[in-house]
């Protein structure tokens, strides 16, 4: 069998990344096929987290795999948040679709999510620490924001200014 496809990541400022994503009606061969592909790309790119909407797919997948060994896939399909921490802590965040740019953003330190998994079983989930943050910032991603929204108008202006600027350098390459 061969291995599953490498999907190509959406860069910020692609306007595709600000659409929201629809819920998945059922999930059958093609979710499972894409759950497959988007690990294969996120372990590719040396992720932690990637949302559908990041491979232009607009359906509500994220898949999660915060282990150092990389052997903890977590898949999270129409995930809701039921509860967070009231308590909040201010993290470094990175993004596959934001490469190299590291920022702080304040996040509640726990959640409980309720998701179907890649079978389509319903599961709920209790997380703190990287496996929260990394859940709600892929969460975001399915609502159609990036997590340099959270940074000043200046730091995204700067942001996107050197995005834009090194995705014309590759074009020219």
Known sequence: MNPP???PIL????PRLHTV????VAVDARIRELIASMFATMYDANGIGLAATQVDVHERVIVIDVS????QPLVLINPVIEWASPEKRKGEE???SVPGIYDGVERSIAVRV?????DGHERVIEAEGMLAVCMQHEMDHLLGKVFVE?????????I?????KAQREVQRA
Do not use: H, N
């Open 5 to 7: 496809p490498i999907l």
């Open 11 to 14: 860069r910020y400022p692609d």
């Open 21 to 24: 994503a629809r819920p998945v």
């Open 68 to 71: 150092e060994s990389r052997d």
């Open 94 to 96: 990175g993004c596959l």
């Open 114 to 118: 309720r998701a179907l998994d890649g």
């Open 150 to 158: 959270y940074l000043s108008p200046l730091k995204q202006g700067r």
């Open 160 to 164: 996107k200014t050197k995005l834009v």
